[in-house]
C-alpha cells in the first residue's frame, strides 16, 4: 500500500495503526515481551510459569452467550488479545489479526475432581505463541453449585494492570449485552504498538542513555546472590514448579504499618518493603544483596487505559551495613526506591544485556527474591462474607472464599487456584484491602519445604509487630531470630552422577556440523574444544543450535543443555551420556535366530512378495581418482563388514516367523572388474535383485585405468540406511589410513544393531505402546485426507516401479531459518506442504518426515537399519503468511519428534491401516555439513559421489532436498505407475518457484 505524501503526520500515524490492528502491518515485540518470548522458545516449563490463570465464581445466573459476545468484544476492542508471535529475519515481530471468536469453552464436570482437573489442565496448558490464541476461557457449570469462569492468558499479552482494566470493560460489555445493547465506550487513546514505538524511540535518545548510565551505576559492582537457607541443593537447571503459602495481618497491625509509615513520611509499601529486606537479610546472614520490585511501566498517560505487557522489573540494592536501626533501614529503603521509581522506564531485560552478567542457568538473572504490594485498582471490590481475604485475581488461600467484585451485572467472586509455576525462588505479594493486609508467599518447591516458608512468613508478622512497636531500635535487639532447626545454606547440586563420557567421534563432527551453519565458519574452523560462545555465539544461536541437534538427532535438546556443555566434545558428551538404559551387548552364539526390528519385517515382508524388486537396493557409487592401494581397501571393506553385523547377517522364515542369522567374521574379497563404461556396469550390478539367504552388501571395484576407478557398494535396505552411509565411509577410511600409514581407527561400537532391536521390542509393549499408539490416534485424527491428483488410476499391488527428476533450489534457507527460529528442515518442510495444499485444496494435511530413528546415543556409530518416517499433522488453515507457517511446522514436528519411537510400520497396524502409511508424500532433508569431517578420505585419491539412476519408488511421491548451505538440491522421486515424466517436470518447475517466492518474500500473504 503505498502512503500519499500528502498525509499529515498523524495520519500517517492513524493509518500506520490501521494496518497494523488490520494484521497487514508486523511491529517489534517490547524489550518485556522479549525475554517472555525467548523464554517460550527455550523451556515449555518456562513458558508454563508465564500463563497467568484467574478463576472466580459467578454471583446469579448467567447467560454464556453474553458472556461470549462480552469476551469477543474485549478481544475486538484491544489488539494484544488477538496478537501472535513471530520471528522474522533475526527478530521477534507481532503481528495483530482480525478479530475472531474467542477460545471459551462451556463445560459441565460432574463433580468436584472433574472441575479441578478441569481448571487446572486449562491453567497448565502452553500456548502456541506464533499461532495464537494467546488467551482461553472456560465457563464451568455444576448442578446446585455456582458457575466457575476460569481465564488464562499469556504474559507477553497482559499484565496485572490490564486485568483490572479489562475486568471492568467485561463487565460493562456483559452488563450491556444481557440487556439487548451495545457496549459504550471510548476507544482508548493509543495501542501497545504505540507504546512499543515510544519505548524505541526514548531508549534511543538522551533519556535513555542517562537512564542506562544510571543503572550500570547502581549495579556495577553487584553483591552475591542472597543466600536464603535451602532445604535441598539448588538444582544446574532454574525450576519453575511452585507453591504458595498464604497469611493475614490483621487490621490492628496494618494500623500500626500505616502509622508507622506516615510517621516517616513514607509509604505502606516502602515500609513493607524494609520489613521484608531484614527479613531476608536476617535468614541470609548477609547485609548486601539485591531485591526484585515491580513498576507498572506506565508512566506516561496515555498508556493507562491499554492492554499489553508494560510491567517492568527493577532491582533494589539492600543495604544493612552498619547496624542500622529501623529507622534508618527505612530511610535507606525509600531513596532506593524513589531512586528505582525515578528511572523505572529502562526495560529489565536490557539492563541484564547491558551488564553483561554471566548467565546462570540455575537462577534468574540478578535477583532471585522478589517483593509485590498490590491494592484493589479497579471495579468495586469488597469483602466476601467468610471474612477472610484473597488477592483480587483469585490468589490462594485455604480453606477461603475469596472477595466480591461488582462488574455492572456481573458478580465475581475470586475462586481459588493451585499455585503450580513460580518464577523466582521467593516471591512476596502483598494485598492491600478493607484495612487489611493479605499476603502471599510463593517458592519453589524444588529449594524449599513449606515449613521454611511457614517459618518465614511468621518471621516476618514477628518483624512487623516489632518495628511498629520500636522503629528505633538496631538489627540483633529485634525479637526474631532464625530458628534453631533452620535449614542451612547448602551448595549447589553436584553432576549428576555420571562420568564424563568421551563422545563417538560421530556425535562430534554433528555437532560442529550444525555450529558451522549457525555460526556461519566452516567446520573446519572449529575444534572439539573450541567455546561457543568465544566463536560468536549467542542466546539466539544457542536456540537454533539446540534445534538443529534435536532435528538431526531426533532427540530433546534444550537450549540449557549448550549453555552447560559450550565446547563440541562436551556437548556431544552430553548428547552420548544416556538419560534412559539404552540397548545392551547380548551374548551371541554363532547361528543363534534373533528377531528382526519392526521396519525390517515390513521390507522382509515386501521383498517375499516381490522378490526380484530393487525398491530396497541401494546403490552407493564413487569415483575414485589417484594411486589406489587395492589390497589396502579390501583389507579395509572386510575390517568394516566384520565390525558391523548387519553386513553379515543373512534373513530366514521360521515357524516363529522371519529370524535374522549372524555370520562368524570372515575375510572379505573386493571383486575387481576392468571396464571401459563404469556406469553401464554399475547399473548391470545394481539390476540384480538381492536373496536375502545371503548377506545384505555386495561390493565392486570397477577399474578404468590404473589409477581410476568407480567403487561400488551395493547394500539392501533391510540393513543399511543413509546415516549409515557415513559411518560405513568413515571407517572404511579409517582402516584405509590404517593399513597405508598406521594411523590409530576408531574404537568399535560397545552395541550392535541386533541388541537395539531387543531393546526397542522390550521398550515397545504395554503400557508405553498404548500411550504413544493413542497419541497418535488424538494428533492424526479429523485430518484432511484428500488425495493427491495423480495421472493414471492407482493400481491393485503396489509395483514399486519409479522414477526420478532432479533440480536445483537456488534459495539460501540461513536467514530465514535465523529470522523465524527455525531449522532448514522445517523451512522446506513448511514450502513442501504449502505446495502440497495448494495442489490438493487441503489446508490440514499429514506428510510423512524422515527421521534417523537413532533416539539413543548408543546407535551413533552403528551400521542398520534405523530410519522412521514420522506423519506430521499440520493445520495451516489459519496461516497468513510463510512465516506462519513455518512457526506451525516446527511446532507440529516438535510434536512428532517426542512420540516419534513409535516406528511407522507399527503405528500404520494400530491405526489399522495394515500395510498402508498414514501419507503418501514424503519429505526427507539432508545436511551434507552435518556428518562432513576432514579425514573422511582415501590419502592420495580424490573421491566424487556418482548418482545412480534409481527405476523404484517407496511412496507416491517422494522429495529429498539436501542443503548446501547456499543453496540445496533437490529430487522428487515419484511413482512411475501414477505420474506422467512430463508432469513430474511441471511440478518441480512450480516447486522451485514457489520456494524463491516464500523464502524471499515469507511476509507476503499465502493465498491471493
Not at 495483530?96 to 459441565?108: S, T
Not at 490490564?162 to 439487548?180: D, I, N, R, V
Not at 575375510?667 to 575387481?672: A, F, N, Q, T
Request: net charge negative; hydrophobic share 45%; charged share 20%.
Amino acid at each position: 500500500m503505498s502512503v500519499p505524501a500528502s498525509l499529515s503526520r498523524e495520519d500517517k500515524r492513524a493509518l500506520l495503526a490501521e494496518l497494523i490492528s488490520a494484521g497487514a502491518a508486523p511491529f517489534p515485540l517490547s524489550h518485556g515481551q522479549q525475554s517472555l518470548w525467548f523464554m517460550d522458545r527455550v523451556r515449555r516449563e518456562a513458558s508454563v510459569a508465564y500463563n497467568m490463570p484467574f478463576a472466580w465464581t459467578i454471583r446469579g445466573a448467567v447467560d454464556p452467550d453474553a458472556l461470549r459476545r462480552a469476551f469477543a468484544w474485549l478481544m475486538a476492542r484491544h489488539p494484544i488479545l488477538r496478537t501472535t508471535y513471530a520471528y522474522v529475519r533475526g527478530t521477534p515481530v507481532q503481528r495483530v489479526n482480525r478479530p475472531a471468536e474467542p477460545d471459551l469453552v462451556i463445560a459441565d464436570p460432574g463433580s468436584p475432581q472433574e472441575l479441578a482437573d478441569l481448571l487446572a489442565e486449562a491453567a497448565g496448558r502452553p500456548f502456541d505463541l506464533a499461532t495464537g490464541p494467546v488467551f482461553r476461557v472456560v465457563l464451568a457449570r455444576r448442578p446446585g453449585a455456582p458457575p466457575v469462569l476460569l481465564w488464562v492468558t499469556h504474559h507477553i499479552a497482559i499484565d496485572g494492570w490490564s486485568l483490572f482494566l479489562m475486568l471492568e470493560e467485561l463487565g460493562q460489555a456483559y452488563t450491556a449485552y444481557l440487556h439487548g445493547r451495545e457496549p459504550d465506550r471510548p476507544a482508548p487513546e493509543a495501542g501497545y504498538a504505540d507504546f512499543v514505538a515510544w519505548q524505541a524511540a526514548m531508549l534511543a535518545g538522551p533519556w535513555g542513555d542517562r537512564l542506562a548510565d544510571h543503572w550500570s551505576e547502581v549495579l556495577h559492582d553487584p553483591p552475591p546472590p542472597l543466600a536464603l537457607p535451602l532445604d535441598r541443593p539448588r538444582p544446574a537447571d532454574q525450576g519453575f514448579r511452585g507453591a504458595c503459602h498464604a497469611f493475614r495481618l490483621d487490621a490492628e497491625l496494618t494500623a500500626k504499618v500505616e502509622e508507622l509509615a506516615a510517621r516517616h513520611d513514607t509509604t505502606v509499601y516502602t515500609t513493607l518493603l524494609a520489613a521484608f529486606q531484614f527479613l531476608l537479610g536476617r535468614a541470609a546472614g548477609q547485609r548486601e544483596f539485591l531485591l526484585g520490585t515491580w513498576t507498572s511501566g506506565r508512566s506516561r498517560p496515555e498508556f493507562a487505559g491499554v492492554a499489553g505487557y508494560f510491567v517492568n522489573p527493577v532491582v533494589l540494592r539492600t543495604d544493612l551495613s552498619g547496624e542500622p536501626g529501623f529507622s534508618q533501614l527505612l530511610s535507606r529503603t525509600r531513596s532506593a526506591v524513589l531512586d528505582a521509581l525515578e528511572h523505572q522506564d529502562y526495560p529489565f531485560p536490557l539492563l541484564v544485556e547491558r551488564l553483561g552478567t554471566q548467565r546462570d542457568p540455575s537462577r534468574s538473572p540478578l535477583f532471585d527474591v522478589a517483593f509485590t504490594l498490590r491494592a484493589s485498582q479497579r471495579g468495586e471490590i469488597t469483602r466476601s462474607e467468610s471474612g477472610e481475604t484473597a488477592s483480587p485475581l483469585g490468589a490462594p488461600s485455604e480453606g477461603e472464599r475469596g472477595m466480591l467484585l461488582h462488574l455492572g451485572e456481573l458478580v465475581l467472586a475470586t475462586y481459588p487456584l493451585d499455585q503450580q509455576t513460580v518464577r523466582f525462588d521467593v516471591e512476596m505479594e502483598l494485598i492491600s484491602s478493607d484495612g487489611e493486609l493479605s499476603g502471599l508467599l510463593r517458592y519453589r518447591t524444588d529449594l524449599f519445604d513449606a515449613e521454611t516458608i511457614v517459618w518465614l512468613a511468621q518471621g516476618y508478622r514477628s518483624v512487623l509487630e516489632e518495628v511498629t512497636a520500636e522503629p528505633d531500635r538496631p538489627l540483633d535487639t529485634l525479637s526474631w531470630r532464625p530458628r534453631d532447626n533452620a535449614p542451612r545454606a547448602v551448595p549447589p547440586a553436584p553432576a549428576a552422577g555420571i562420568a564424563p563420557v568421551t563422545a563417538p567421534a560421530e556425535l562430534v563432527d554433528t555437532v560442529i556440523g550444525i555450529w558451522s551453519g549457525v555460526l556461519g565458519l566452516e567446520p573446519g574452523e572449529i575444534a572439539p574444544g573450541d567455546d561457543f560462545f568465544s566463536l560468536g555465539g549467542h542466546s539466539l544461536a544457542a536456540v537454533q543450535v539446540a534445534m538443529e541437534l534435536q532435528t538431526a538427532m531426533g532427540v530433546e535438546v534444550s537450549i540449557s543443555d549448550v549453555f552447560h556443555h559450550l565446547t563440541p566434545a562436551e556437548l556431544a558428551g552430553m548428547l552420548a551420556t544416556p538419560a534412559d538404559a539404552g540397548p545392551a551387548p547380548l551374548p551371541r552364539t554363532p547361528g543363534q535366530d534373533h528377531p528382526l526390528s519392526y521396519a525390517q519385517e515390513s521390507l522382509w515382508i515386501l521383498q517375499q512378495l516381490a522378490p526380484d524388486s530393487l525398491a530396497y537396493s541401494a546403490p552407493h557409487a564413487f569415483h575414485l581418482k589417484g594411486g589406489l592401494d587395492v589390497p589396502a581397501l579390501e583389507w579395509a571393506l572386510g575390517q568394516v563388514v566384520a565390525r558391523h553385523e548387519p553386513l553379515r547377517t543373512t534373513y530366514a522364515a521360521t515357524r516363529r516367523g522371519p529370524v535374522q542369522r549372524i555370520a562368524e567374521p570372515a575375510p572379505l574379497r573386493l571383486p575387481v572388474v576392468d571396464t571401459a563404461d563404469p556406469v553401464r556396469a554399475v547399473l548391470e550390478e545394481y539390476g540384480r535383485p538381492f536373496d536375502l539367504s545371503k548377506p545384505p552388501i555386495r561390493p565392486v571395484l570397477f577399474r578404468v585405468a590404473p589409477d581410476d576407478h568407480v567403487l561400488l557398494f551395493l547394500v539392501h535396505h533391510i540393513a543399511f540406511d543413509g546415516w549409515s552411509t557415513a559411518v560405513f565411509w568413515r571407517e572404511l577410511c579409517a582402516f584405509y589410513r590404517s593399513r597405508t600409514t598406521g594411523d590409530p581407527v576408531p574404537p568399535a561400537p560397545a552395541v550392535q544393531y541386533v541388541d537395539h532391536v531387543v531393546w526397542e521390542r522390550e521398550r515397545l509393549s504395554g503400557e508405553r505402546l498404548r500411550t504413544l499408539a493413542a497419541h497418535w490416534r488424538e494428533r492424526l485424527d479429523g485430518a484432511d485426507r484428500t488425495p493427491f491428483p495423480a495421472d493414471l488410476p492407482r493400481p491393485r499391488r503396489p509395483l514399486f516401479q519409479g522414477a526420478q527428476h532432479v533440480f536445483d533450489l537456488p534459495v539460501d534457507v540461513r536467514a530465514l531459518c535465523e529470522a523465524t527460529g527455525a531449522t532448514a528442515h522445517m523451512v522446506h518442510l513448511a514450502a513442501f506442504q504449502i505446495w502440497q495444499a495448494r495442489r490438493t485444496g487441503a489446508w490440514d494435511l499429514v506428510t510423512g518426515s524422515v527421521v534417523s530413528g537413532r533416539t539413543m546415543p548408543e546407535t551413533a556409530g552403528l551400521v542398520g537399519h534405523f530410519v522412521n518416517a514420522l506423519p506430521v499433522r499440520t493445520d495451516l488453515t489459519a496461516a497468513a503468511t510463510f512465516a506462519d507457517a513455518v512457526a506451525v511446522v516446527r511446532h507440529s514436528l516438535l510434536d512428532a519428534y517426542e512420540h516419534q519411537e513409535l516406528p511407522l510400520t507399527l503405528l500404520s497396524a494400530e491405526l489399522g491401516l495394515g500395510r498402508g502409511k498414514p501419507f503418501g508424500l514424503l519429505f526427507t532433508l539432508h545436511d551434507q555439513r552435518l556428518l562432513e569431517s576432514a579425514d573422511d578420505v582415501l590419502r592420495g585419491v580424490s573421491m566424487r559421489r556418482i548418482e545412480v539412476p534409481l527405476g523404484t519408488a517407496q511412496f507416491d511421491l517422494a522429495l529429498e532436498v539436501t542443503n548446501l548451505g547456499d543453496g540445496a538440491r533437490a529430487v522428487l522421486e515419484y511413482d512411475t505407475a501414477l505420474f506422467l515424466p512430463r508432469t513430474v517436470a511441471a511440478m518441480a518447475d512450480e516447486l522451485r518457484q514457489l520456494v524463491i517466492e516464500l523464502v524471499t518474500g515469507p511476509d507476503q500473504p499465502l493465498r491471493r
